[in-house]
């Protein structure tokens, strides 16, 4: 069990740059979950996976942002046309679906828009 | 709908005092409860967490929580704080019957006196 990871671990981009997030979850955890979290706060809930379907969406996701899982592994998030508001800590967080309800999560990616 | 809230976004305690973090949630349906702590520049370490049963959890490095349901609350307690506790702890709540969503309050930061 080698935990959850993410990559890059930091990302600086220019606004209206596209950018795009990897998250390897624990092996065999077949739910997965995207967290956005702003200074001081707590993070918030993006977009859920089970297996490779996206069963929810916040409605915080707008339409710039899309997350894949396109074989029920690692997924991607995507955000097109960065924005300064769109600066936060991206988490991923990996459950398994055997009834355990525990989330763990990994380190998070910094975006820093410029 | 499920909320959070976390009362004191700083509390201050001097190393073996005790420590009281506070949470109180809303949730329509019986909730699932956690407690997470975050580190500088980390990820989400679970604390504890509350599903079904006995309503005294205990957690990792010495911290646990009650859960009381006439109160809807969930407060974290340690009874000797050390220096290493210092850190950002969340509280957070989901629907009971399945990994859903977590919905987090907005934190609390630690801080540990000498």
């Known amino acids: 069990d080698t935990g959850v990871s993410q990559d890059p671990r930091h990302k600086i981009t220019k606004r209206g740059q596209n950018v795009t997030f990897r998250c390897d979850p624990i092996s065999e955890h077949n739910r997965l979950y995207w967290y956005r979290q702003t200074l001081g706060q707590g993070p918030e809930f993006l977009t859920y996976f089970q297996n490779e379907a996206q069963l929810e969406k916040s409605r915080l996701l707008s339409d710039r942002f899309s997350a894949e899982r396109p074989k029920g592994s690692f997924s991607t998030l995507e955000i097109q046309r960065t924005e300064q508001g769109d600066s936060a800590m991206y988490l991923c967080?990996?459950?398994?679906?055997?009834?355990?309800?525990?989330?763990?999560f990994g380190p998070g990616t910094r975006l820093t828009v410029t | 709908a499920q909320s959070v809230t976390q009362l004191g976004s700083h509390v201050s305690v001097s190393e073996g005092a005790l420590v009281l973090l506070r949470c109180n949630y809303s949730?329509?349906?019986?909730?699932?409860l956690f407690w997470y702590v975050q580190y500088p520049n980390q990820g989400l370490q679970l604390l504890l967490k509350y599903t079904t049963g006995a309503t005294l959890v205990k957690g990792i490095n010495g911290f646990e929580a009650e859960f009381k349901k006439s109160e809807t609350s969930f407060h974290l307690t340690k009874p000797s704080a050390h220096m290493s506790d210092a850190a950002e702890y969340f509280c957070?709540?989901?629907?009971?019957?399945?990994?859903?969503?977590?919905?987090f309050g907005s934190g609390t930061q630690l801080t540990v006196l000498p």
């Open positions: 967080a990996s459950s398994s679906g055997t009834g355990l309800v525990e989330q763990y």
């Open positions: 957070a709540v989901s629907p009971s019957g399945s990994a859903r969503q977590l919905t």
């Open positions: 949730s329509s349906v019986p909730p699932y």
